[in-house]
């Protein structure tokens, strides 16, 4: 007597061209291509441009648009803000200052400084100041007022690599649609750097991860993650220039997941390492204006 289970096994096999013919569906799908170019790079080589990249910008005086959106899946709904344009001035190690003008009127809507530790913001159309940390401890209702100096200074420079970080590299691709042809799809492998504390025991926590691509190997995203092991902040980096010397973005999408904010900042001009005197970071809040101190 034959085996039951042979004799099963039979049938399965016989049918199976009968049945796939019957229930497989063929469709098309976007079709990609390889890159005309790869780059290839060390993990050492990778760190040193980062660093050199990150270095050779000692301050920066950007004309700049910005368009705000907060909101999202979460809330159900987005809301979209008026483009601001104004001028953001960086001096290292933590200097900052953001000016933005009304549309149209062209007085100012916000101005904001910061030492890299805490900052002072005038709102003028709502008469309104606040003053407190970098680092929000206590998370405001106000989507906007979580919207502290740091996001501009992690988001804007692609920092360097610190010695007690820890360092893995990993390879992934994206797919870039040609802008002179949509339908021109581009699969470009790139490198991911992600930037690790010191172990404490077995476990290490993710800072950063950077995104590379292999096409230029320049930045295009990065993802910067909280005390929690949760992206607080994504930037995106395109459209580079370069400016003298340095490739520079000119464009930033600055997404803030946990907040539902989003920035996306337009570089229309910029001017690198010229000097800033501490007058350009000084903030003196009138005093009738109401102050509101954050955490």
Do not use: W
């Not at 190690?93 to 933005?100: A, K, T």
């Not at 930033?252 to 989003?262: F, G, Q, T, V």
């Amino acid at each position: 007597m034959k085996n039951p289970k042979f004799a099963l096994a039979a049938l399965c096999i016989s049918l199976a061209p009968a049945l796939t013919g019957c229930l497989t569906h063929t469709y098309t799908v976007p079709k990609t291509r390889p890159a005309d170019v790869i780059l290839n790079a060390t993990l050492d080589q990778l760190v040193q441009q980062l660093d050199t990249r990150y270095n050779e910008i000692q301050s920066m005086t950007a004309t700049v648009e910005i368009d705000t959106t907060t909101g999202g899946s979460r809330q159900g709904k987005a809301k979209d803000y008026p483009a601001l344009s104004g001028y953001i001035f960086t001096r290292k190690p933590e200097d900052m200052r953001v000016l933005l003008k009304v549309p149209v009127l062209g007085s100012k809507a916000m101005d904001m400084v910061t030492d890299g530790k805490t900052f002072k913001l005038i709102i003028p159309p709502y008469n309104k100041a606040m003053v407190g940390s970098n680092t929000v401890t206590h998370p405001s209702k106000n989507l906007l007022e979580n919207l502290r100096p740091s996001v501009f200074s992690d988001s804007l420079f692609v920092r360097g690599v610190l010695p007690e970080e820890i360092l893995s590299l990993t390879s992934d691709y994206r797919v870039l649609e040609n802008p002179k042809k949509k339908k021109d799809l581009v699969e470009e492998p790139d490198y991911d750097i992600e930037v690790l504390t010191q172990p404490q025991g077995q476990v290490a926590h993710v800072r950063r991860v950077i995104h590379i691509g292999r096409g230029n190997l320049l930045p295009y995203q990065q993802d910067i993650y909280d005390a929690q092991g949760q992206v607080s902040t994504r930037a995106f980096y395109s459209d580079y220039q370069k400016y003298g010397e340095i490739m520079f973005p000119s464009h930033i999408i600055i997404r803030r997941p946990l907040d539902e904010l989003s920035l996306s900042v337009t570089i229309t001009k910029v001017a690198f390492n010229q000097k800033l005197e501490d007058d350009q970071f000084d903030l003196v809040i009138p005093p009738n204006v109401p102050v509101q101190k954050m955490d």
